[in-house]
């Protein structure tokens, strides 16, 4: 499986940004998906992640935020629609596939990230 991240870019505080991944493969549909992001100077950190088509957990910080979601269909894409951008936001966020939660190492596959910035 490849995966291939889109839709960062810059956006002003408050401002909402959708991200997408778009998945490889026809053994898409049976792999938990995540989102983590890298702010620079910092550890990768877990932001959300999806089993098939629901059951979605977030990082405390989206909570009410954020949303992920997934098309299992043609598409093979997964989601992250980002509303209320704060700074504190800003980072390279990846899409991530084979496990859901926050321990990075469990995820067997990994895009190259795209970069979302929020100003103040």
């Known amino acids: 499986v490849q995966l291939v991240e889109s839709g960062g870019g810059l956006v002003q505080a408050g401002g909402s940004l959708r991200l997408s991944c778009s998945a490889s493969g026809r053994a898409f549909r049976r792999y938990p998906m995540a989102w983590f992001r890298q702010a620079p100077g910092k550890e990768r950190e877990f932001v959300a992640s999806?089993?098939?088509?629901?059951?979605?957990?977030y990082v405390d910080s989206v909570k009410g935020r954020f949303a992920i979601s997934r098309d299992n269909t043609n598409a093979n894409t997964v989601y992250l629609q980002m509303n209320s951008l704060k700074p504190d936001d800003t980072g390279a966020y990846y899409c991530a596939g084979g496990s859901t939660g926050p321990d990075a190492s469990a995820y067997d596959y990994w895009g190259r990230g795209t970069q979302v910035t929020v100003s103040s």
């Open positions: 999806i089993l098939w088509s629901d059951n979605a957990i």
